[in-house]
């Protein structure tokens, strides 16, 4: 049975700072250097067969701490970037909340927010299910997918892997820094959740 593993990037100054973050490249911070050296191990131990990362620093690092040990080299694909957060990144929460209140409460609802170009939740999901599917192909029934990215992108895509709305997603909570989902594809009965937030 094919296994997908999505492995949440290390942690930066942004995430630290509760600062909105999206698809501004920021790096990782000594915290995230560390995590991803930690974690590497663990995945390691999992024995990807395909190896997929999205381009923005903080997972390509993260990635780099599996290369070190292993010698896989990542494919970099734009299509497991975090969601865009448009007008929002960079800023703190409470900034966020004074300029926009209703659309804020949207997001923290998990529901569509519909200004400040922030990307649809829906265009999120078929973008990860794109590449992910694309990588499953490629790794075939019995491979192990492994793909570093982030945690909202990650969360969209285990939601539409298993056939759920989208409006379960903020049931499966936030991923942490360096934390997995793991996703079964079962050849009867599809993709099953093996794992969620798991270091």
């Not at 974690?39 to 780099?64: G, N």
């Not at 569509?112 to 990307?119: D, F, K, Q, R």
């Amino acid at each position: 049975m094919t296994l997908v593993v999505l492995w949440r990037h290390g942690q930066t100054e942004w995430n630290r700072s509760h600062r909105i973050q999206g698809q501004t490249d920021t790096p990782l911070s000594p915290v995230g250097l560390e995590q991803a050296a930690e974690s590497a191990p663990r995945v390691a131990a999992l024995k990807p067969t395909v190896f997929i990362s999205s381009d923005l620093q903080r997972a390509a690092t993260t990635a780099a701490a599996l290369t070190a040990i292993t010698g896989m080299e990542p494919t970099f694909d734009p299509r497991l970037r975090e969601r865009s957060f448009g007008e929002w990144e960079g800023l703190m929460h409470p900034e966020a909340i004074a300029r926009w209140p209703e659309a804020f409460e949207r997001w923290r609802r998990g529901d569509e927010v519909g200004e400040a170009g922030v990307e649809e939740i829906d265009a999120v999901a078929k973008r990860m299910l794109a590449a992910l599917h694309e990588a499953v192909d490629k790794a075939g029934p019995d491979g192990v997918v492994l793909a570093a990215t982030h945690g909202a992108a990650a969360r969209f895509a285990t939601v539409a892997m298993v056939g759920l709305p989208m409006e379960y997603a903020p049931r499966f909570g936030p991923m942490h820094n360096c934390h997995r989902t793991h996703l079964r594809r079962d050849p009867h009965r599809g993709w099953q959740l093996d794992a969620h937030n798991v270091p």
